[in-house]
């Protein structure tokens, strides 16, 4: 067959397929050709150049972010929510909805569903509306916090994913960070906290955020932390915290005598968690999302258009 008798029938069976709109067993059927062979000519004309595929969207820019992310850090999935110059509040408000979708579209009968605290889940407890009612359980990933507003804490929190989900919920009575390492070895050794404790071995879902440098945190830390416990936490170079337990920006976890006081699922544990989603947005975050990148404590990122274009 000479070029121009081959080059005409890739474009032929290209021109059938994709303009009119024809199965790769109708054209096998019509030109007398195996559908193997379809399929390898049609692999050869976007090889060639014959065939390109072009796909147009307004957001295009914000998609093809999305997957060099997902590609240069081995992600399981990206979304990035689109930048219009809003307030803070605005964006996690669209961090929360698109979180909540993307739980909707993952969510099984039989899966368990962790959260941790903040303003960015509760917005996305807040956006869980129109749910198919879901065989699942709920718990909290971390004790609760300091003296902030109830709409954050996380036992709030679960309790409106479960609402939504017609899921069950399962409480943490107990600080995230207790006075001393008595009191968490009493708290992770009774009956009830055994129940949470096996719930979190068998996660399929673990919803967090990320913490920020406590130097440029807000003033939620101010009800655990002292001089002498943000000085240790200085000397150890910490770089950010999913759950209160904190690393460094290497992604290595902190051990110290905070970390033997907190009530949280431990960080290697969410490596083998199926989806670990992080839910962060802010200039002041990136060193923090990076270190939780290395460290492989979450497998999806939801972040905003302005974030994402400085991890990269």
């Known amino acids: ?19 009119q709109q024809l199965t790769q067993s109708q054209i096998s059927k019509e ?18 150049g014959i065939i390109e595929i072009k796909i147009n969207s307004d957001f295009e820019d914000v998609y093809q972010l999305e ?33 909540a979708n993307y739980l909707k579209q993952i969510i099984k009968d039989g899966n368990t569903l962790g959260f941790a605290w903040g303003t960015t889940l509760a917005n996305v407890s807040n956006q869980l509306i129109n749910c198919e009612k879901k065989e699942i359980d709920i718990v909290p990933l971390v004790g609760g916090p300091g003296a902030v507003d109830a709409d954050y804490h996380v036992n709030t929190i679960v309790y409106k994913a479960a609402q939504a989900f017609q899921g069950k919920a399962h409480f943490i009575d107990s600080s995230a960070i207790v006075n001393k ?12 906290f055994r129940i949470i404790l096996d719930y979190w071995s068998k996660l399929d879902i673990a919803v967090l955020g990320i913490g920020a440098q406590l130097k440029s945190s807000n003033l939620i830390w101010t009800g655990f932390f002292g001089n002498e416990e943000i000085e240790e936490l200085d000397k150890e170079n910490a770089i950010g915290d999913i759950c209160s337990r904190f690393y460094d920006s290497n992604g290595q976890v902190i051990h110290s005598e905070l970390a033997d006081r907190t009530i949280a699922i431990e960080l290697p544990s969410l490596r083998s968690v199926p989806y670990s989603i992080g839910v962060a947005e802010s200039k002041e975050k990136v060193p923090s999302i990076l270190g939780a990148l290395k460290g492989q404590f979450i497998n999806v990122l939801i972040t905003d258009e302005e974030t994402a274009k400085e991890l990269l």
């Open 1 to 19: 067959m000479s070029l121009w008798q081959e080059q005409r029938l890739i474009v032929k069976i290209s021109k059938m397929y994709y303009e």
């Open 181 to 192: 390492k008595e009191t968490r070895l009493d708290t992770i050794n009774s009956q009830h």
């Open 67 to 99: 997957e060099d992310i997902e590609q240069k850090y081995k992600l399981k999935e990206v979304i990035v929510v689109p930048s219009f110059d809003d307030s803070e509040d605005i964006i996690k408000q669209r961090l929360g909805l698109a979180t």
């Open 31 to 48: 030109l007398g050709i195996y559908r193997t062979t379809i399929s390898r000519i049609l692999k050869k004309a976007k090889q060639d």
